[in-house]
């Protein structure tokens, strides 16, 4: 999990690490949220859960790195904490991520077992077996990524002691029972 200086690999995080420098030079009290790889119903259904679930209802293969490790964060949960930070009159930067450290890989296998678990249609499961492993070196990535972006969530937790982000599990069991935004799988 994260616990050092950030140093970005490409223009997309180097953005972001402006953006948080130049709202903290405008305000030193803002709230800045630090957060990576975030699922979840949206409108647009761009995540890398939407993605996965398109492909393989579609029966095709998809290369998923395994060397790179994170935390991913239900969007939910990222509102939640948000919501109560702000609340609290919390200033600095916040990172909010998920329960698990996981491979994108592993993210992938429990996105499916789970969808699998609740689906109602047995005849419509997913398949792991369409998942293959492969380094993000070989990937096909247009962007440089980070191996290892877990965040570590202890001041946060600080914060608000109550909060307790959700495991991938439990996400995808309240994104199925409470869906908004894009359906997932279209």
């Known amino acids: 999990r994260k616990t050092g200086s950030s140093s970005p690999l490409n223009v997309y ?5 402006q953006g948080e420098a130049a709202v903290a030079a405008a305000d030193p009290d803002a709230l800045v949220i630090r957060t990576n ?3 979840g119903p949206e409108a647009v259904g761009k995540n890398f859960v939407y993605q996965l679930v398109r492909k393989l209802r579609a029966n095709e293969q998809m290369n998923v790195p395994q060397d790179q490790v994170n935390t991913p964060t239900y ?3 990222l509102a939640d904490a948000t919501r109560r930070l702000v609340e609290k009159g919390a200033t600095g930067l916040f ?3 998920g329960s698990q450290v996981l491979g994108r890989l592993d993210f992938a296998k429990e996105v499916v077992e789970a969808l699998n678990a609740l689906s ?5 499961l997913l398949s792991a077996d369409l998942l293959s492993a492969v380094t993000t070196s ?3 990535q247009a962007a440089l990524r980070p191996l290892a972006s877990g965040l570590k969530l202890d001041r946060l937790q600080a914060e608000i002691p109550d909060w307790k982000p959700r495991s ?3 996400a995808m069991a309240d994104w199925m029972g409470n869906p908004t ?3 997932i799988g279209e």
């Open 168 to 170: 991938v599990k439990e």
């Open 75 to 77: 969007n939910r949960d």
């Open 37 to 39: 790889v975030v699922f």
């Open 181 to 183: 935004g894009k359906m």
């Open 138 to 140: 070989n990937s096909g």
């Open 95 to 97: 990172n909010i991520g």
């Open 120 to 124: 109602i249609d047995k005849t419509k």
């Open 13 to 17: 995080g180097s953005s972001k690490l």
